[in-house]
């Protein structure tokens, strides 16, 4: 597991602000929110999330049966907070197998949702065609929010996006044929509104997925 920050676009090492940048720097990619170290799966690291980030920390709340949560990080610094958001579930694939879901909510040009996308990022406007009806709808914090999908992703995952509280919302999902869970219109609850619900969170082994370079 990762002990330092990292490049939210490329996973790659980040140098801290110093005295000749205020800002967190990407040799590739220049000023960055880091990437703060993944937390292995438990109420208390979910809540410290909840606490230090600026966006919405989405889960589908209830989970589906048999589902858990499995990680949880933000990219974003102490002073400025957490500007983008990735949560991590498993559980049973709608047509057998595992499942596994990132949901990542982000403010624009922070690139972590395309990332886990396996995309050149760091938005999904590019890869979207909002003239067509969108191919999947949640319910995010009681909203009816459409999500299109992101053409260009691997093979291996299903991508869909859209805007939700007026940030991109991402939901990335293995394998592809699992993609399936997003037609049932599932409910996303913003964990920072969630209050002592929290606790009840049920928690699995932290997803590699959130690993991944």
């Known amino acids: 597991m990762r002990g330092e920050p990292s490049c939210p676009k490329c996973?790659?090492?980040?140098?801290?602000?110093?005295l000749f940048s205020?800002?967190?720097?990407?040799?590739?990619?220049?000023?960055?929110y880091p990437?703060?170290?993944?937390?292995?799966?438990?109420?208390e690291a979910l809540s410290v999330v909840v606490?230090?980030?600026?966006v919405p920390?989405?889960?589908p709340w209830p989970l589906p049966v048999g589902w858990l949560f499995t990680g949880v990080t933000y990219a974003g610094d102490d002073r400025g907070g957490g500007r983008a958001s990735a949560v991590a579930c498993t559980g049973p694939g709608p047509l057998g197998g595992m499942g596994e879901l990132i949901l990542v909510a982000e403010e624009l040009g922070v690139g972590l949702g395309a990332r886990y996308a396996g995309m050149d990022?760091?938005?999904p406007g590019p890869h979207?065609?909002?003239e067509k009806p969108p191919q999947a709808k949640v319910l995010a914090a009681g909203r009816p929010t459409p999500l299109w999908l992101v053409n260009g992703a691997p093979d291996d995952r299903a991508v869909f996006a859209g805007e939700a509280r007026g940030l991109w919302l991402w939901a990335v999902v293995w394998?592809?044929?699992s993609g399936l869970l997003m037609y049932d219109e599932l409910v996303l609850t913003d964990l920072r509104d969630a209050g002592a619900e929290v606790e009840l969170v049920p928690c699995g082994a932290l997803s590699p997925r959130l690993l991944e370079p």
């Open 35 to 43: 990437l703060q170290p993944v937390i292995p799966p438990s109420v």
């Open 57 to 59: 920390v989405w889960m």
């Open 11 to 18: 996973g790659g090492r980040v140098r801290a602000p110093g």
């Open 121 to 123: 990022g760091p938005d």
């Open 128 to 130: 979207m065609n909002v």
């Open 175 to 177: 394998p592809e044929q």
């Open 51 to 54: 606490h230090r980030t600026q």
């Open 22 to 32: 205020d800002s967190w720097q990407c040799d590739a990619h220049g000023a960055v």
